[in-house]
């Protein structure tokens, strides 16, 4: 497995070339990942003063016979961003490790089986057809905020107010990339829109802006929707 160190519109001295062979240790990373082909790090620093907290920034990329993984992280040096960023893609790694490991386990239960473990569950007659059963308990109704919640979910309500300065759209794509989400909320500074940046398919993004329309009503349809596409 090849690791490729290069830099972005930086110098990479070769005493941190050696640092990220040493960091990242590859007969752990191909035990949680056997079909790993090679482990690109790319490192790029920011020359605004006022993000010298974070001013270096090391993204990690591995390339397999599987789905790319990507890590990044920002610190105020590369040796505490790569530190971040290894972190981040060892517990990227083992989580899909996990995954495939409890999908390939023996403790799987029959169709007859379910209902028994899963409350809620319609039960199957002798044809194989399934039979719904009343409960005879009423099913407890739960106001949250403005909604109203029956039964025990699965729904989780949290309301976050998040107070932002207007940020270009090359920012934006900058901050998401950097905290590691699909998705990143801001408020246009050039149409003073919320708007939302979102990861697409591989390198692609897109862009979604919202406006007030005052025609719309209260109720019906709202101006929400999936962010793929």
Known sequence: MDIVVKGRKTEVPERFR????EKLKLEKIQKLDGKVISLDVEVSKEHNPRQADRSDRVEIT????????RAEAAAADPYAALDLATA????????????????????????????DAVPGVARLNGTG????????ETVPT????????QGEGPLIVREKTHRAAPMSLDQALYEM??????????????????????RRHAYDYGVIH???DPLAGSEGSGAGGALGG
């Not at 057809?129 to 005879?136: G, K, R």
């Open 18 to 21: 050696k640092h990220v062979a």
């Open 62 to 69: 591995l390339h397999s016979r599987g789905p790319v993984i």
């Open 88 to 115: 981040k893609l060892e517990a990227r790694l083992r989580k899909q490790h996990d995954k495939r490991h409890t999908r390939r386990g023996s403790g799987r239960m029959t169709a007859a089986e379910v209902p």
């Open 129 to 136: 057809v399934a039979v719904l059963e009343e409960s005879e």
């Open 142 to 149: 739960t106001r949250i905020g403005s909604l109203e919640v």
């Open 177 to 198: 990339e950097l905290v590691g989400h699909d998705f990143y909320l801001f408020v246009n500074a050039e149409t003073k829109q919320p708007s939302v940046v979102y």
């Open 210 to 212: 919202l406006e007030n």
